[in-house]
C-alpha cells in the first residue's frame, strides 16, 4: 500500500511541483507514495464557480465559504482514518513529531487556503487540524503543503538511503543536528575539527553530542528550554524507579 497525499486546492498544478524531482520524484514513480489534486473551483457556485464570499463583522479579503470547503472534502473519498490539516498562519507550529505521526499513518489530507481563509465552522465540524510551518504569512497554503508533504515522504520506508538518515538529524531527539565537515580536510585555512579524524568513533560521538546541544541552546532556546524539562524529568523518574525497586516495591 503507497501513503496517499490528498491536496485540496485551487491551483491543482502546483503539485507535486519540486517533489516530482529528487528522492521523492523517485519514489512517487515507484508506487511508494501518491499524490493527487482535488480543485476547489470545481466545487464553487453559480456561473463563476464562486468559492468565497465577503467575511461577516467586515474587513479586508474574502473567506471560503464552508459549504465549498465541505463538498471539496467528501469528493475526495478519502479514508476516515487520514487526517485532514489545514494549513494555516494561525494553526500550532509544526513539528518533526507531527511529521512522524503523519509519515507512519496511510496517508494526509492537506487544505490549501487562500484569501482571508476557510470559514471556521467547516474546520470545527470536521475535526480539521490547523497547522502553521513558521511566523510568516504566505499568499496561500500550496508552498506550506509542499513543505509538510517533503518532510513526510522523505520518512517513507526506502525513500532515503540510510536510515540513519532519519535518526541523526535536527529534531529527531529535540536537539538541533551537530555540523558537518568533508573533504578537504584543509580549506582556505580552516581546518576539520581533529576529533573526526581521529577514528575513535566514542570520542566523535560524544562531540556530535556537545555540539549538537551548544548549537540548539545558542540558536534556539526554546527547543533546548524543553529538551532539558525533558531530560531532567527522565532522569527523576528513572532515580524515582530506582528507589521502589531498593524498597522493594
Known amino acids: 500500500m503507497s501513503w496517499k497525499a490528498t491536496v485540496v486546492t485551487l491551483f491543482p498544478d502546483m503539485f507535486p511541483g519540486p517533489l516530482g524531482q529528487s528522492l521523492a520524484g523517485r519514489a512517487l514513480e515507484n508506487g511508494v507514495w501518491e499524490c493527487r489534486t482535488e480543485d476547489l473551483r470545481e466545487h464553487g457556485l453559480g456561473r463563476h464557480r464562486a ?78 487540524e490547523q497547522v502553521s510551518i513558521g511566523d510568516y504569512v504566505l499568499s496561500g497554503g500550496e508552498t506550506a503543503a509542499l513543505v509538510l508533504l517533503d518532510a513526510c515522504v522523505r520518512l517513507l520506508p526506502g525513500v532515503m538511503g540510510s536510515e540513519l538518515s532519519g535518526v541523526e538529524e535536527s529534531f529527531s531527539d529535540g536537539l538541533l543536528e551537530y555540523p558537518h565537515y568533508t573533504r578537504p580536510a584543509v580549506w582556505e585555512g580552516h581546518e576539520v575539527p581533529e576529533v573526526l579524524l581521529s577514528g575513535n568513533h566514542a570520542a566523535i560521538a560524544q562531540w556530535r553530542q556537545a555540539k549538537a546541544e551548544e548549537t540548539t541552546r545558542e540558536r534556539r532556546p526554546d527547543l533546548w528550554s524543553a529538551w532539558l524539562a525533558r531530560k531532567n524529568g527522565n532522569r527523576a523518574a528513572a532515580v524515582g524507579g530506582a528507589a521502589q525497586a531498593d524498597l522493594g516495591v
Not at 459549504?67 to 479514508?79: H, I, N
Not at 494549513?87 to 507550529?93: E, N
Not at 518533526?96 to 496511510?106: F, L, S, T
Request: aromatic share 6%; charged share 20%.
Open 51 to 128: 468559492v468565497d464570499d465577503t467575511p461577516f463583522g467586515g474587513g479586508a479579503g474574502m473567506v471560503i465559504r464552508p459549504d465549498v470547503a465541505d463538498a471539496a472534502l467528501a469528493a475526495t473519498a478519502a479514508e476516515a482514518n487520514i487526517p485532514c490539516v489545514y494549513l494555516t498562519p494561525r494553526g500550532r507550529p509544526l513539528t518533526q513529531a507531527d511529521v512522524r505521526r503523519y509519515a507512519a499513518g496511510p496517508g494526509v489530507m492537506l487544505l490549501c487556503g487562500r484569501f482571508e481563509g476557510v470559514d471556521e465552522r467547516f474546520l470545527q465540524a470536521r475535526g480539521v
